[in-house]
């Protein structure tokens, strides 16, 4: 298995709404990220996770929630987001030695907040 | 801080015409550079990658060189493809920066039949 699972693929939300995205992977990759993309940009990249531990938040508002349950497993928590926030929120992950391999990214959840 | 500089799109090209995509480099210690696609509507795929100076990438018909002289790390296609449409970014990893994998700002391609 070489991909990336990313679900759902849409979804649309309230700003009083409470949602969570959700990533898996079954490379034995042992570490795992969330980026945020708007539309033709590179994505921003918001939190690592490194065996299972958050190594890195890029200072992301508190109303995402990252969360990292097992070693194949990345959910990001969603609650009272604003429509700012409306984006492709990609997954990915690297074998520990990162700097070479390269990551291999998710398809993708497109998130609409209105 | 490390950076990645890509030439501005968007490139229209009609298909089976030469493609380069322009990508520099500034980083400390030796980078491993990279191409990710991401077609409309996808998550990105890795394209092609390099992780040390004079290595060649190459996939589907692109291809990329790390040039450390230039710190350039240029794609090129021979002979562009409707399908090829996508935007293309350059990245790189830098063991100093703890492999954060770092963007240029892409490059939206456009292939007409």
């Known amino acids: 298995d070489t991909e990336v699972t990313q679900t759902p693929k849409h979804l649309v939300m309230g700003m009083t709404n409470k949602k969570s995205l959700k990533c898996e992977q079954h490379?034995?990759?042992?570490?795992m990220y969330w980026y945020k993309q708007k539309a033709k940009k590179p994505p921003e990249l918001m939190f690592v996770?490194?065996?299972?531990?958050?190594?890195i938040n890029e200072s992301v508002p508190s109303r995402f929630s990252p969360e990292c349950p097992n070693s194949s497993l990345l959910n990001l928590h969603l609650h009272a987001l604003q429509p700012e926030d409306s984006a492709l929120y990609l997954c990915?992950?690297?074998?520990?030695?990162?700097?070479?391999?390269?990551?291999?990214f998710g398809s993708g959840t497109r998130l609409t907040v209105v | 801080g490390d950076s990645v500089t890509q030439m501005e799109g968007p490139v229209t090209l009609s298909e089976e015409a030469f493609l380069t995509i322009n990508c520099t480099y500034t980083?400390?210690?030796?980078?491993?550079l990279f191409w990710y696609v991401q077609y409309p509507g996808e998550g990105l795929q890795l394209l092609l990658k390099?992780?040390?100076?004079?290595d060649k990438g190459s996939n589907k018909g692109f291809e990329a060189t790390y040039r450390k002289e230039t710190t350039s790390f240029h794609l090129e296609k021979g002979s562009v493809q409707v399908s090829d449409s996508a935007v293309y970014f350059c990245a790189l990893t830098a063991g100093n920066q703890g492999g954060k994998l770092i963007f240029g700002q892409g490059t939206e391609l456009s292939v007409k039949p």
């Open positions: 990915a992950s690297s074998r520990e030695d990162r700097a070479g391999g390269g990551y291999t």
């Open positions: 490379m034995g990759h042992r570490a």
């Open positions: 980083a400390t210690g030796y980078p491993s």
């Open positions: 390099a992780t040390k100076a004079d």
């Open positions: 996770y490194s065996y299972e531990k958050l190594s």
